[in-house]
T-cell receptor, first 120, second 117 residues
């Protein structure tokens, strides 16, 4: 168990550029979550996957944001045409829930250390 | 919709003193309640959670929290803090029975606990 890994740790980009972040969950974890945390605020839910299926997206997630988890393992979060307001820490978390149960109260989230995005 | 308010953005205390970090929530549905801790350059870690049953919940590192439904509060306490407890603490809720995902959390703004020697 190597924990949830996020890459890169830091990303600096110019406004208007596209960026992509990667999250490697704990092996065998079937759920993967993306959160965004701005300075002085708590994390905000963006989206989550069960295996390769994206089950829910927050209204916070504009059309410029897209997330994928093509093989049900790692996930990528892409932001197109970045804006200064996108500057934030992007957090990934993974969990394991049994079988096809849609909701499990023993679900435990493991968070990565995040990717800090700065848009200049 | 749910919301979480952490009433103190920063709490300074001396080592071995007791501490209480305050959290209030609002929701139109039943919720589950959590406290997470974030140490510098580390991911969020679960301290404790309340799902149902006893309103006093014990977590890791000697922390405990009490759920008060009438006051919609879930305050975190520790009777004697250590230097190593210095971190940022987040209160969070998720939808209870009937929700779509236990892991879809609404977080408060965070409280920075600084323990001085």
């Amino acid at each position: 168990d190597t924990g949830v890994s996020q890459d890169p740790r830091h990303k600096i980009t110019k406004r208007g550029q596209n960026v992509t972040f990667r999250c490697d969950p704990i092996s065998e974890h079937n759920r993967l979550y993306w959160y965004r945390q701005t300075l002085g605020q708590g994390p905000e839910f963006l989206t989550y996957f069960q295996n390769e299926a994206q089950l829910e997206k927050s209204r916070l997630l504009s059309d410029r944001f897209s997330a994928e988890r093509p093989k049900g393992s790692f996930s990528t979060l892409e932001i197109q045409r970045t804006e200064q307001g996108d500057s934030a820490m992007y957090l990934c978390a993974s969990s394991l829930i049994p079988g096809h149960v849609p909701y499990a109260t023993n679900e435990k989230l493991f968070f990565g250390s995040g990717t800090q995005l700065s848009v200049l | 919709a749910q919301s979480v308010t952490q009433l103190d953005s920063q709490v300074p205390v001396f080592e071995e003193a007791p501490v209480e970090l305050r959290c209030n929530y609002s929701s139109s549905v039943s919720v589950y309640l959590f406290w997470y801790v974030q140490y510098p350059n580390q991911g969020l870690q679960l301290l404790l959670k309340y799902l149902s049953g006893s309103t006093l919940v014990k977590g890791i590192n000697g922390f405990e929290a009490e759920f008060n439904k009438s006051q919609t509060s879930f305050h975190l306490r520790k009777p004697s803090v250590h230097i190593s407890d210095t971190a940022e603490y987040f209160c969070a809720v998720s939808e209870g029975i009937g929700g779509t995902s236990y892991g879809k959390l609404t977080f408060g703004q965070g409280t920075i606990l600084t323990v001085h020697p």
